[in-house]
């Protein structure tokens, strides 16, 4: 089954129509994805590909019996608290630097727990602490810049207009994979508002032979990261430093 749209939320609505509300579980760095494969609670398989962040309770698909819903599991977070506007500030340029993803609040921050986040914020003089909790409504540090030149009378660029046309494409590719039997996941790396210069290394994983961890490289969060400060956002197929 395809999910191409949300039409509701079981948290925030209110159904009486007797439907089976069925979980459709996603960690907090998936609800972001352009494509994925999930698995129901029911076992039912899903290709999901709404085009837009997907929130904790939002209804995915509807059959004549069942409504198939979101749950966004807890994770491991760092909670970062704040006393001042200057305090905030500090500690949000230093965790963008380290493109982390993060959730502001008016006397703390969050972000999702690793251990050399831990001892950095330790180091730079905060009180940081390790908390169970969901991840929802966060702010991404997005890692490339917009490429091309302005589209008269558009605030878009030639490579956004490429890039949105690549989506396209891959969607079309996703969704006739699902009817086939064969989709394989593809969750394109977002190419705006960053201005670092990337090295990209093309490891050779594919979806057959899954990558193996070396000593040293660690994963978190869903990122692979090695020693030499390079990461991969795509279960090692490319590893790029910033």
Known sequence: MIAKEI??????????????????????????????????????????????????????????????????????????????????????????????SLKVEDDRVLVPYDHPTMEYTKKIGYEPH???????GFLIVKAHAGSGTIIPGTNKTTGDVAEEEQEAEADAAFAAGEHTGHAH?????????????????????????????????????????RPDGSHSHDGGRTWHTH
């Not at 996603?26 to 609670?41: G, I, L, Q, S």
């Not at 085009?51 to 970062?80: C, H, M, N, P, S």
């Not at 490891?203 to 869903?222: A, F, I, M, R």
Request: include cysteine; aromatic fraction near 8%.
């Open 7 to 100: 039409t509701g939320n079981v948290i925030s609505q209110r159904y009486d129509d007797g439907k089976l509300n069925v979980p459709i579980e996603f960690d907090w760095f998936e609800t972001d994805k352009k494509r994925m494969r999930k698995v129901a609670e029911d076992g039912t398989e899903f290709g999901v590909m709404v085009g837009r962040t997907i929130k904790d309770g939002d209804v995915l698909a509807e059959t004549d019996d069942k409504r198939y819903f979101a749950r966004i599991r807890t994770a491991q977070l760092i909670e970062i608290p704040v006393d001042s506007m200057k305090e905030m500030g500090r500690l949000c340029f230093e965790l963008g630097n380290r493109h982390l």
């Open 130 to 136: 390790i908390i169970e909790g969901g991840f929802d």
């Open 185 to 225: 996941e593809h969750d394109a790396h977002d190419t705006h508002d960053h201005h670092h210069h990337h090295v990209v290394e093309e490891s050779g994983v594919d979806d057959d032979h899954p990558y193996q961890l070396k000593p040293d490289e660690y994963e978190s969060n869903g990122v692979l990261h």
